[in-house]
């Protein structure tokens, strides 16, 4: 293991709860994570936040072109129960956090806002909602990029995960393989952003 990696292991927080315990170890590689945080009165037991930068340079840094910048917020809560209600209230705050925290300028390419439900069931509609839910949004017609909100719940002890279309995330939540994504993941997303 790498000084780094150490480093980077020794400031990660803990969960008494094992199941956010483990997500949060296979997160901890590429987002900054906190515990219990708090965001416009609502509670999370997990935070992440994933930064990319891109550049293009020519010789030197200072001959440069293309610079993008990309970004991932990731809030994890466990629950008792999910309804429609209480999706739609998390999108909204998605909306909320997008007006309040993105920079929307030439170098912004992407924000994305992903929800994640832990809960001990999945109800047929809410399975329903989220498996079909996008939610993009342009910043000045996409010439300052995008924010797009994403849903994932999860129902750990059933072995059972649902997930927007575009929640790449949603396999870090899923130890049983029953994440199917359909198109280009995370990594897929970010070399084409890279050119």
Known sequence: MSDADESRRAAMPTWDDDYLQRVGERLAHAYDLERDRAVRGERFDLYGCLSVESQKQFLHRSLNWANYETAEHLFVRRTDGVSRADLDALVELGHELAEAWIDADEEHRGTEFTFVLVVPAIPGAVRSH???????????????????????????????????????????????DAYDPEGPGLVARVRGWLG
Not at 150 to 172: F, I
Request: hydrophobic letters at 45%.
């Open 130 to 176: 989220v498996s079909g839910f996008r939610d993009r949004t342009l910043l000045k017609f996409g010439y300052y990029g995008d924010y797009e909100v994403n849903l994932v719940v999860v129902a750990p002890e059933r072995e059972q995960v649902v997930a927007s279309r575009e929640a790449d995330t949603a396999a870090a939540f899923d130890f049983w």
